[in-house]
């Protein structure tokens, strides 16, 4: 068993070892391809999406090199009519590229790699070195085994941005495995490579065309192993002690276009992301499980970018409501980015953002991203951003000051200068105008949407962080109302009991707007 060519099972072993949530299901729709012409496939994720697990339960399965029987015992692809057809059938050429994408000729170190791989783990097989596709075809006649091919991170040479050259060499490779007929016919069995990007676009990767490929934007078949399902969560936290609601709270809202190829239908799927549901019931704590300090200063970055509309949009979107965007302007490149579009798209494809093709616009999709768009806007150097910062800064200290006037002006102004929804047509909408408003609170306060409390929920809560002595703020919203009902609303359901573990004063907000008037009208007291 080698490392690049026909490894072993360990990998998946670990995984399940460690309580694995079966998403076997995926192994099937490989099985289904298999020696078809529709055999060569990418799938596109965001960090942390699980790409490598399933790069690891295909080659346990595929690989020849192990036995990996046992380890399906009791798995969903076990009771699959094709399990025992392709279970350990093949050649496997198993690569991370997140390995090689370091180095000046990327195609050149995979293609040594590979040869002394197999070279040293066929010793019987008479392999001509000179060239990697000869040397696959004497594997291929000598055993009668086609390969199966995963690849994990496959666009990660690309990303890195190295030299051209490098970039062509390893986008040539591919070609020369996957686009020469004789060779690909004749070698491959199937393929499937991971990575956070289409590739349609990338250049004379359009010679990869070949590939079906499976994106954030269109999963399709794929859309149930993009992430957590609600079963694979409600089975992970059964007996754990966390709330359900919680982890619906944080890590949900990815809700994908689905096609289920056996019964022809299509519908939604919502996913959990995985990473994060895995570390939340690992440490018996939710929140933040967004770690990657790279990946924060690239979103930085994206959102710094000075494009029209951009920082207001992202704004807009911190603040709960969904803005437009046009995805068939990206050139699905991370550094080719010429519009606001670009940069909505790429974080649509980097999961910060949620598309929804039935009303082409995204959303951020749950709490744990809102956190990280919020610690973003916070560092951001731009001044579109500082300036709606600045004003938002002065409207929180209008609040605490109890400034009636001023609060009502601000959020009046906020919906004006563009950093909310330009059309109001309900309190949902109106509720994105606090939230984007209020944005200067990120750093002081956890924003809690809809709060349970006595009799209702709270529309809004700004529950101020450990050790913060600043006040409470629970906000009530009206659309088309008086202006005292709002405030009649927050006594009436006695929204004091949502803070009765909180022991520093609060302050009860209403804000009531008129459709025809166009007036926002406030009224604070304390609790």
């Not at 198993?94 to 994408?101: E, Q, Y």
């Not at 020369?176 to 070698?187: E, P, R």
């Not at 950093?419 to 200067?440: G, M, T, W």
């Not at 700004?462 to 919203?477: M, N, S, T």
Request: charged share 25%.
């Amino acid at each position: 068993m080698g490392m690049y060519i026909n490894p072993g099972n360990e990998g998946f072993a670990e995984i399940v070892a460690e309580g694995y949530v079966d998403k076997t299901g995926l192994i099937e729709l490989v099985n289904k391809v298999i020696s078809t012409s529709r055999k060569l496939v990418v799938v596109t994720r965001p960090r942390r999406f699980g790409k490598t697990f399933a790069a690891k339960s295909l080659v346990a399965y595929y690989s020849c090199g192990c036995e990996s029987r046992a380890l399906f015992d009791g798995l969903q692809i076990a009771s699959e009519p094709s399990f025992e057809r392709h279970l350990n059938a093949y050649n496997v050429v198993r690569l991370d590229m997140t390995a090689f994408s370091g180095a000046d000729d990327v195609a050149g170190a995979v293609t040594k790699r590979l040869i002394e791989d197999l070279v040293r783990e066929l010793p019987g097989v008479q392999i001509r070195t000179e060239a990697i596709d000869l040397a696959l075809t004497d594997v291929v006649e000598a055993t009668n085994r086609k390969f199966v091919f995963v690849i994990d991170e496959w666009d990660a040479p690309l990303r890195e941005r190295r030299s051209k050259a490098s970039q062509e060499g390893w986008v040539y490779f591919l070609r020369l495995l996957f686009k020469n007929m004789n060779l690909t016919d004749k070698v491959v069995a199937a393929a499937y490579m991971t990575g956070i990007l289409p590739i349609v676009r990338y250049g004379t990767q359009s010679a990869l065309s070949d590939f079906r490929e499976y994106t954030m934007l269109s999963p399709d078949s794929y859309a149930p192993y993009v992430g957590f399902t609600q079963r694979d969560v409600e089975e992970l936290v059964s007996g754990s002690g966390i709330i359900m609601d919680e982890l619906r709270r944080w890590y949900d809202g990815y809700e994908l276009p689905y096609y289920d190829e056996d019964t022809g239908e299509h519908s939604l799927v919502r996913c959990f992301a995985p990473y994060s549901v895995t570390e939340a019931c690992n440490r018996h704590n939710v929140g933040s499980y967004w770690v990657s300090s790279e990946a924060f200063e690239s979103l930085c970055l994206y959102i710094d970018m000075d494009f029209d509309g951009l920082q207001q949009a992202i704004v807009q979107a911190v603040g709960g409501a969904s803005v437009r965007v046009d995805t068939g302007t990206f050139e699905n490149d991370m550094h080719e980015l010429a519009s606001r579009d670009d940069v909505l798209t790429l974080l649509c494809h980097l999961g910060y953002l949620v598309f929804d093709s039935a009303s082409s616009t995204a959303h951020i999709p749950n709490e744990e991203v809102r956190a990280e768009l919020r610690r973003a806007v916070g560092r951001s150097r731009h001044a579109a951003i500082a300036r709606i910062v600045r004003e938002s800064d002065a409207l929180l200290r209008a609040t605490w000051d109890m400034d009636e006037d001023a609060v009502a002006k601000g959020i009046a102004h906020a919906h004006d200068g563009g950093c909310a929804p330009v059309f109001y047509n309900d309190e949902q909408s109106l509720r994105a105008v606090v939230k984007s408003a209020y944005i200067a609170a990120i750093d002081r306060y956890a924003t809690i949407e809809e709060l349970p409390s006595g009799r209702g929920l709270a529309d809004v809560v700004f529950l101020p962080k450990r050790g913060d002595l600043a006040p409470a703020i629970v906000v009530e919203l009206k659309w088309s109302r008086s202006p005292g009902t709002a405030m009649e609303q927050i006594r009436n359901r006695d929204y004091g009991r949502v803070l009765r573990d909180w022991d520093g004063p609060t302050l009860l907000v209403g804000i009531t707007y008129d459709p025809k008037t166009k007036n926002h009208v406030c009224r604070i007291e304390e609790a």
